[in-house]
T-cell receptor
Framework: EPEVTQTPSHQVTQMGQEVILRCVPI?????FYWYRQILGQKVEFLVS????????KSEIFDDQFSVERPDGSNFTLKIRSTKLEDSAMYFC??????????????FGSGTRLTVV | AQTVTQSQPEMSVQEAETVTLSCTYD???????LFWYKQPPSRQMILVIR??????QNATENRFSVNFQKAAKSFSLKISDSQLGDTAMYFC?????????????FGKGTRLHILP
């Protein structure tokens, strides 16, 4: 079964450093997403991306965050200057087109980001 | 704005028993999807079951079934013959089908413990 792959599974970074979280969506999917889950809390939508641009973002997704699809397979989330409160589990997801859920809406296994 | 409420932060049941997890939601839309996701200790988000709002018939997947009450905006999950492997965090979630970007809105979750 096709999977969304996220790397690394766990990243530790110093406060103020830039971090890039990587995702490889399912190959024929066209919509891409990032979600965040602070430990013990609910999963929150960050951003959706379609046709090489952001289509929607939440209030969490401020100027410190950016997303990119640098090539035909990767989808990245960059945090420019990490803060302690950015420590969370970050999930990537992708979905197909048309009757999108018919083509699946799949989450990756997540990247645990720890800012120290 | 749509909201999802899970009123049971934590539940415990004995193995082989039946357990019901509650979820209510608020929306002015008529066309949407509802989901239950399971998050085991590995933190991966696993789709358990999905319900389309236009379908009156309750969705079932093996031991998992839902009680979808559209007028009451209620969407509970029933797990029959519970197993130790069902121990996990369970999230109720909502997607507006008319939203181009298909972002998912999650509840705060119910932590379920299956006791041997």
């Amino acid at each position: 079964e096709p999977e969304v792959t996220q790397t690394p599974s766990h990243q530790v970074t110093q406060m103020g450093q830039e971090v890039i979280l990587r995702c490889v969506p399912i190959s024929n999917h066209l919509y891409f997403y990032w979600y965040r889950q602070i430990l013990g809390q609910k999963v929150e939508f960050l951003v959706s991306f379609y046709n090489n641009e952001i289509s929607e973002k939440s209030e969490i997704f401020d100027d410190q965050f950016s997303v990119e699809r640098p090539d035909g397979s990767n989808f990245t989330l960059k945090i420019r200057s990490t803060k302690l409160e950015d420590s969370a589990m970050y999930f990537c997801a992708s979905s197909g087109k048309g009757g999108r859920l018919l083509y699946g809406y799949t989450f990756g296994s997540g990247t645990r980001l720890t800012v120290v | 704005a749509q909201t999802v409420t899970q009123s049971q932060p934590e539940m415990s049941v004995q193995e082989a028993e039946t357990v019901t997890l509650s979820c209510t939601y608020d929306t002015s839309e008529n066309n949407y999807y509802l989901f239950w996701y399971k998050q085991p200790p590995s933190r991966q988000m696993i789709l358990v079951i999905r319900q389309e709002a236009y379908k009156q018939q309750n969705a079932t997947e093996n031991r998992f079934s839902v009680n979808f009450q559209k007028a009451a905006k209620s969407f509970s999950l029933k797990i029959s013959d519970s197993q130790l492997g069902d121990t996990a965090m369970y999230f109720c979630a909502f997607m507006d089908r008319m939203n181009r970007d298909d972002k998912i809105i999650f509840g705060k979750g119910t932590r379920l413990h299956i006791l041997p």
